[in-house]
Nanobody, 119 residues
Framework: QVQLVESGGGLVQAGGSLRLSCAAS????????MGWYRQAPGKQRELVAT???????DYADSVKGRFAISRDNAKNTVTLQMNSLKPEDTAVYYC?????????????WGQGTQVTVSS
């Protein structure tokens, strides 16, 4: 059974920082692209940032220069460092990963972690 578990969400004032982490566990052979998505109330889930197994990154325009995604392949973790947070960053943040387990690659999602930025 493969699981993604996020941590690190919370309440922060505008201009502050938060660090989200996501750990994959289970019978994992390899992990391809990992990423973070977010969903604000009444809005669709949107891409925040992704990172390939080789370390190539991609960011939504709205977070470029403020957020940084990284991963530790040995620990099966992905981290999102969020700086200069804005109220519009308020959302539930989800970890996503393409994981090969027991010979099959599947898409997995974490349960989500709330990030609230107050003005």
């Amino acid at each position: 059974q493969v699981q993604l578990v996020e941590s690190g969400g919370g309440l922060v004032q505008a201009g502050g920082s938060l660090r989200l982490s996501c750990a994959a566990s289970g019978s994992i052979s390899s992990i391809n692209t990992m990423g973070w998505y977010r969903q604000a109330p009444g809005k669709q889930r949107e891409l925040v940032a992704t990172i390939s197994s080789g370390g190539s990154t991609d960011y939504a325009d709205s977070v470029k220069g403020r957020f940084a995604i990284s991963r530790d392949n040995a620990k099966n973790t992905v981290t999102l460092q969020m700086n200069s947070l804005k109220p519009e960053d308020t959302a539930v943040y989800y970890c996503k990963a393409y994981i090969v387990a027991l010979g099959t690659m599947r898409l997995y999602w974490g349960q989500g972690t709330q990030v609230t930025v107050s003005s």
